[in-house]
């Protein structure tokens, strides 16, 4: 019934209402969760762009732990309560924790937990189809060379996931850098306003790190 939902945005685009999803850090994973398993078609629908979701969660600034807040006890013990989110709200209202929840309502939520929501996603994405780590977009870019781009790192981002569901892509130059993805991640100058340089800094290191650990050819191919 959801399957062909779609939204407009201000510029009156009418993307599917996954790409939104994505990018509301307000949307819980849950949410998400539900899209791909109720419709897994969505991972293949592009947006105006010409960006499969794949390309567009890489993307998206990586982000911290969300931890939910019940809306009626407001208890926020994560590691003690599973929490609930209701599958028809796209906001963080609908989140009940299992005390407050009522079994007559339960089929009518999903579960959710802590989570970094860019690499879950891109977990999620690549487990119904793990060859969109392949596929480039309309500007010729695979999803590691964008998720590069934006600063995603190893720790938090989707680079480990995609880089596992296609290891080429460590070989690859990206089509509007020229750069390798290594390149890439020692390019990356931060963000302005993050709240600890040196934490960044440090996240940026250990990302090229671990990328030339997985191709110990790279000083060859320059």
Not at 57 to 68: G, T
Not at 86 to 91: I, V
Not at 108 to 128: D, F
Request: proline share 4%.
């Amino acid at each position: 019934a959801t399957e062909g939902v779609a939204e407009a945005d201000g510029a009156g685009h009418n993307d599917d209402v996954l790409f939104y999803a994505m990018q509301s850090p307000s949307c819980p994973l849950a949410f998400i969760d539900y899209l791909l398993k109720e419709t897994p078609g969505r991972g293949a629908f592009r947006n105006h762009n010409g960006d499969l979701p794949i390309h567009f969660v890489s993307r998206l600034r990586e982000q911290d732990m969300i931890q939910y807040k019940c809306d009626d006890c407001r208890e926020a013990k994560m590691n003690e309560l599973k929490y609930f989110f209701h599958r028809e709200s796209m906001a963080q209202r609908h989140v009940l924790c299992e005390h407050c929840l009522g079994a007559s309502e339960a089929w009518n939520y999903a579960e959710i937990a802590p989570a970094q929501k860019v690499r879950e996603t891109t977990k999620a994405l690549l487990m119904l189809n793990n060859k969109q780590a392949r596929q480039i977009n309309s500007s010729g870019e695979l999803p590691l060379a964008i998720a590069l781009k934006a600063g995603q790192s190893w720790l938090k981002g989707g680079v480990k996931e995609l880089i596992e569901a296609y290891p080429a892509a460590l070989s690859m130059k990206d089509a509007e850098s020229d750069l390798f993805p290594f390149q890439l991640a020692a390019a990356f100058h931060g963000d302005s306003f993050a709240a600890n340089k040196t934490e960044q800094e440090l996240s940026i290191l250990n990302t090229t790190y671990e990328l030339l650990l997985k191709w110990p050819m790279a000083d060859k191919k320059l």
